[in-house]
Structure formats: C-alpha cells, structure tokens
C-alpha cells in the first residue's frame, strides 16, 4: 500500500470509529459468541420481532421452509394475539415478548431473528442480534440512516453469522437473467437508467395534541431509539410511520431497495459522486416530499461508462417518447417501473425488479429476458435461487451463500438514503460516499448519523 492510499485508509478507519460513537455507541466487533452449528437436515429455531404484515409474510416462509417459530416478540399485544390466533399450530409453542431485551435474555433459546419493525429500529436490534451470535433475516430498507449502514456492513464482514436483507425480487429467475445479460454486454453501454414510483401521500408536519394510548400499546418501546413522540390515532401505527423521517424515509429509501438492486449489482455502480435534486414539492417538512425528480451521477467503472440514474416519484415519470414502446405492450402507461437504457437495446422490469422485459435494436416489441431467441447463447453464469428466505435458511445450515446480505445490502441502502439527504437538505449534494459526507452542504451531516435514544437499548 502506497503513502496516499494507507493515508485514505487510515483517514477512513479513524471516520468510522466517531461514526460508531456518534450511533449510540454502535461497535465494529464480531460476534461475541459464535452460531450453533447445524447440520443441514436440523431445524432452524427462530425468534420474529415484529409481527406486522410483513413479519407475518416472513415467518410463514420460515415455517413453509420447515423450521421452527420458537417466539414471538411485538410491542403491540393485540397484533401479538393476532397472530397467535392467525397462525396456529405454527406458532403454538413460541414464548411471547414484548421487550426484546427480554427476548436477548434467552438467547439461547434460538438460532437466528426475523426482524420486520419499522426502520428506526432495524439497526439496533440487528446489532444485538449479530454479537449475540444469532443468524440475522431484516426487511428492507436495512437501516435508518447512512451511518447505520456503513455500521452494519462493517460488522456483517467480520461476524460468523448469516445475514439476508429483505428485497425478496433477488429472488427471481427473471432478475437473475437481466442481471447476466447486462453484464454480457446484450444491451450494449448502459448511460441512463430510470427508476420511477406513483403518489404516497402529501408532506406534512406532525399534528398538534395527544390521544391516550391504546392498552396494550407499548408506545415509548414503539418508538425506542427514535425520538419520542406524542400519541396520535392514525399517525405512526401500525403502518403511516413510513413517511415520517423519525421513524422512515418515505418511499424512496423503501422501494429503493428494490428498484436500485438490478441496475447496482450488473453495472457495479459504486457511490453516486453527485447527486442532483432537479425538482421537488414539500420539501422541509417533517414528512417526506410529495414529489421529486433526481439523478444520481456515478462514475466510470473502468471501462464501464459512467452512469445517471434518474428517480421521479409522486406522479412524476420519464418523458412518454422513453415508455413508448413498454405502454404500446401494456395498454397503459405504466405507473412503476424501471428501464435501463443500453446503446444496443433496453431492459424494463417493475419495482421489485422480477418480470422483466428485453428490446434488442431493430426488435419490434419488448420479449420476456427467460425467452428471448437472440440472447439463448449468452451462458446462465449465476445460480438459480430456491426463494430468498429459503436461501437464507439453507446458508445458516453452511449452504450456498446468500446474495444479499448486509455487506450488499448495506450498499444498497446507503445509495438510496444518499438520494434521501438531498431532500432533507433541499438541495443537490457534491457526494464522497466514503466518508458518507457531502463537501457542499455541510448541514447534512446530522441526518447521516441521528443518535440513538438510549433508554430502550439495554
């Protein structure tokens, strides 16, 4: 390592321990205690926290793939009933919680944690799950905020155990094929990528007052590391936290962990080094922005060209003249979607990045990517996956390894709350990924890392 490169990877090492402390004293150790071994015909022992829609959807893969619920752990205790009541037989035997401190507290009981919370509270319980030594599955996004990310990459790299984000179209053959006909080169440079969302509803600041809470409703645990809040029927739970930043970052950092992951993984996008907020309405207020045109400018990649990635949301959308061709196949213009744009072709999947559509030059119409005649003799490069929870259960028994697990799915999720910050700041960011800071707007560096309320991290 020469002089300028040891001086930057000192320099980058020295950012990361004050990131650490800056996130509620958030170690880079490994685990302190490894996973049980278990062999490849064992059953996995599962601990699920939180057990909303998503959860629930999770678990009964779990329970599909064959291995065992072993408990339940929710602030809300009517959810937890539900559940319970839902569920059945699946979850018969599993110890209920409502305090995931005291969930830790048998941590011997389980192998591995399904974590479907909101996200402000992802990134400390995937920590105490990792240095427990317990195998991680976390919907996406994986985090809260950038410093959370870069945190947890940096111990998903130095743990034992097996982590997976939840951007469930990794999944799909249909994504896995896109993915090994980019990188072949089918759709020849790839310059421009759109990634586009419908509404989500207007920005806003919080409402005024306090309702009681709900019996059962362990409102200061709802909130936890994030700040805490007045109770209000109607806001925040069980699930219109997502667009406000206290708690989530609206439905960019959400879908962007689906929508981004096609167009990062086959052209090896790295860090935008610009990102360009070209529109937006709402902005500076407590909620997310009503609608937003941006583009995140990224690098060449040796010899990959460089890259803009254009997002629009909120009705926003690319001109007609590029969808053309996908609305004349669907009788409609479409309302979602993402188009990667090559100089020999062009490949359109939806937002989970499954189903996705190939137009070669000369081509009268888009083909599904599983049947296209002209691209059969570009080779399958990539395994085929059996399901994404199941691949993650197969991985904590030392099968194959899983394709998104913190380390990817860090990344992923710092480029879409990099695309976030500009809106926070109201403004285009000159971006060092990095070292997670933006040299033109220094007043971003409080949303990179938001500390954590210490009274629910014991």
Known sequence: MNRENAVASQTRRDFLKTSALAAGAFTLTGCATRPRRIAANGKLNVAVIGCGG????????????????????????????????????????????????????????????????????????????????????????????????????????????????????????????????????????????????????PARDRP?????????LHWDAWCGPAPLRPYKKGEYHPFTWRNWYDFGNGILAD????????????????????????????LGHESCVDRCRLRLHFGARGKLPPVIVHWYNGGEAPDDTLLQDITALQQAKPKH??????????????????GALIKLQGEAK????????????IPQTLPRSQGHVKDWVLACKGGPAVVSGFDFGGHLTEITLSAVLALRVGRSLDWDGDLMRAANAPEAAPFVHSPWRPTWLG
């Open 54 to 201: 998503q959860g629930t959807h999770d678990m009964k893969q779990i329970v599909d793939c064959g291995e065992h619920i072993v408990a339940l752990c929710d602030v809300d205790e009517e959810r937890l009933a539900k559940v319970v009541k839902d569920t059945g037989a699946a979850v018969a035997k599993a110890k209920i919680f409502t305090d995931y401190r005291r969930l830790f507290d048998e941590a011997e009981a389980f192998d591995a944690v399904l974590i479907a919370t909101p996200d402000h509270w992802h990134a400390p319980l995937c920590k105490r799950a990792m240095q427990a030594g317990k195998h991680v599955y976390c919907e996406k996004p994986l985090t809260h905020t950038l410093g959370e990310a870069r945190m947890l990459r940096e111990l998903a790299r130095s743990s034992r155990v097996v982590t997976q984000m939840g951007n469930q179209g990794s999944a799909s053959a249909s994504f896995r094929r896109a993915w090994e006909l980019i990188q072949a080169g089918a759709i020849g440079e790839v310059r421009d990528v759109h990634a586009w969302l419908s509404d989500h509803g």
């Open 366 to 377: 888009f083909h599904g990517v599983l049947g296209h005649e002209a691209t059969k003799k």
């Open 208 to 216: 005024e007052g306090a309702d009681p809470v709900p019996a059962g």
């Open 337 to 354: 979607g993402c188009l990667i744009c090559g100089s020999r072709g062009t490949i359109f999947t939806n937002p989970w990045n499954d």
């Open 255 to 282: 879908f962007g962990c689906h929508i981004f992951n096609l167009p990062l993984r086959s052209l090896a996008l790295d860090y935008p080094t610009r990102i360009e907020l070209v529109s937006a309405t709402g």
